[in-house]
T-cell receptor
Framework: EAEVAQSPRYKITEKSQAVAFWCDPI?????LYWYRQILGQGPELLVQ????????DSQLPKDRFSAERLKGVDSTLKIQPAELGDSAMYLC????????????FGQGTRLTVV | DQQVKQNSPSLSVQEGRISILNCDYT??????FLWYKKYPAEGPTFLIS?????DKNEDGRFTVFLNKSAKHLSLHIVPSQPGDSAVYFC????????????FGTGTRLTVIP
C-alpha cells in the first residue's frame, strides 16, 4: 500500500541549531501539506504545496521556517534557528489534488529542542 | 481561534458497546468533514468523511452524522473493539480552493475489554 514517507522519525536538537525534515508523498499526489502537532492539540497547517508552488504558507513562521518542493515531488521543511517552542510532531500529508480533500499522513517526525 | 472543537478530551467505553465522539464547528462555510484516528507515535489515519450535502455516512462499524443547523457532527462506532482505542480527530475543510484541514484537539477513546 502506498504511503507518505517521512524522515527522520525522531530528532533531538539544541536550540539555535538548524534542523531539516524530509517528506516523500504518495506517488502521483500533487498536493503536499506540512502540519505541526503540539502535544494535546490537533495538527495545524504550516504550508501547502500544489506541485512545486506554495498554495498557503500564511501560518508558517517565515523568520525561521522554510519549505520547498523544488521538483513537485518530495519536500523539505527547515527550521533555523530552532527554539524550545518548536518541539512538536511535524506531519507531512498528501492528496491527489486541490479538488480531493482526503489527505494521507506520514508517520511524522518527533522534534525535541533542548 | 479554534474553528473545530472536540470538547471531550477522553471517553471510556465497554467492549461491544457504542462509542459516540462529538465535534462542533463554528465556520458555516465548511463543506467537508473527516474523522482521523491516531495511534501513539504514528500519523493520523483517515477513517470516514461526509460532505455537507449529506447528513449520514456509514462504513462498516463507523457512522458519521452531520447536523448542519447545529454545526455538529458525531462519529458512532458500533460495536466498539479494544483495537479502536486511539485518539480521534475531527477535521473540517472547504471543498473548493485551498482545501487544508482544520483539526479539533482530539478525543482519546479507550475501549475496555
Amino acid at each position: 500500500e502506498a504511503e507518505v514517507a517521512q524522515s527522520p522519525r525522531y530528532k533531538i536538537t539544541e536550540k539555535s541549531q538548524a534542523v531539516a525534515f524530509w517528506c516523500d508523498p504518495i506517488s502521483g499526489h500533487a498536493t503536499l501539506y506540512w502540519y505541526r502537532q503540539i502535544l494535546g492539540q490537533g495538527p495545524e497547517l504550516l504550508v501547502q504545496f500544489q506541485d512545486e508552488s506554495v498554495v498557503d504558507d500564511s501560518q508558517l513562521p517565515k523568520d525561521r521556517f522554510s519549505a520547498e518542493r523544488l521538483k513537485g515531488v518530495d519536500s523539505t521543511l527547515k527550521i533555523q534557528p530552532a527554539e524550545l517552542g518548536d518541539s512538536a510532531m511535524y506531519l507531512c500529508a498528501s492528496s491527489l489534488s486541490l479538488l480531493n480533500t482526503e489527505a494521507f499522513f506520514g508517520q511524522g517526525t518527533r522534534l525535541t529542542v533542548v | 481561534d479554534q474553528q473545530v472543537k472536540q470538547n471531550s478530551p477522553s471517553l471510556s467505553v465497554q467492549e461491544g458497546r457504542i462509542s459516540i465522539l462529538n465535534c462542533d464547528y463554528t465556520n458555516s462555510m465548511f463543506d467537508y468533514f473527516l474523522w482521523y484516528k491516531k495511534y501513539p507515535a504514528e500519523g493520523p489515519t483517515f477513517l470516514i468523511s461526509i460532505s455537507s450535502i449529506k447528513d449520514k455516512n456509514e462504513d462498516g462499524r463507523f457512522t458519521v452524522f452531520l447536523n448542519k443547523s447545529a454545526k455538529h457532527l458525531s462519529l458512532h462506532i458500533v460495536p466498539s473493539q479494544p483495537g479502536d482505542s486511539a485518539v480521534y480527530f475531527c477535521a473540517a475543510s472547504f471543498q473548493t480552493g485551498a482545501n487544508n484541514l482544520f483539526f479539533g484537539t482530539g478525543t482519546r477513546l479507550t475501549v475496555i475489554p
